[in-house]
């Protein structure tokens, strides 16, 4: 009896704790890269694994977000739909965002999950986003030439048996150089950021770990991802000789997996 009555007293004071662990109001992170490629700076917002969660109605508090950024590009680092779920939030943030910035998109594991998927691919280039399928495109941002280059999932293999995302890549990229114009990568998985550094990317943009799901407090450590436990790499800027990466906590909620002390994030980039 003694112990209960120590505890209860101290029970209201551990609400707001719990209550800022369990935070799932999106929060804006913020990078600044120089490239020393560009004469006017780029603005870039990173969306990832939204795996159809909507934030707001008709994603009003996510586009809110997206907007006050006044992004001159919006990149979208895959599963931002979910077998689970219904499409209609991605397909409520994507006809807003076209309408903010261009859009490029990467698929991610759970997009190929999707038996019809290719249906969505077309409902989505009707609206004006670019898929990016082991390709790139060079494309001018405010009267600059930069380049801009997606990366297939490994998922891929679900549709096409035999598909290898490191051989589409080697197929797609090995005759770029590192030349005067900057180059963009967007790649749903971090854990492959070697892979990825083999070509003169100068940034690539990733999602996928969800943070880490659990992130302890002070060390900004996420705690588990599809690699393990106390992954490398699930949020924040990395490096990796001249290329850098950027990785999205992603934007997903599921009730029956609570994101400990890390809320959904949008990513703003400036490229300088």
Known sequence: MSIGKNILPTLPALIPLVAAALRNEIVTSRHVLDTGKLNRPIKIVLLADLHSTRHGKRQRNLVEKIRSERPDLIMMAGDMLDERRTFAPAAELLRYAVKIAPVFYV?????????????FFTAMEKLGVSILRDEHKTIEVNGQSILIAGADDPELDR?????KQSTAMRKAFSGLKDDGLPKILLAHRPELF????????????????????????FLDRGVL????????????????????????????????????????????????
């Open 107 to 119: 698929s991610g594991n759970h997009e190929y999950c999707i038996k019809n998927i290719g249906y």
């Open 159 to 163: 549709f096409i048996p035999g598909y």
């Open 194 to 217: 070697a892979r990825y550094a083999r070509y003169p990317f100068d940034l690539v943009l990733s999602g996928h770990a969800h943070g880490g799901q659990v992130r302890i407090p």
């Open 225 to 272: 991802s599809h690699t393990g436990l106390f992954p490398r790499y699930t949020s924040g800027m990395h490096s990796l000789g001249k290329c850098r990466m950027i990785i999205s906590r992603g934007l997903s909620i599921f009730p029956l997996l609570p994101r400990v002390y890390n809320p959904p994030e949008i990513v703003s980039i400036m490229l300088k």
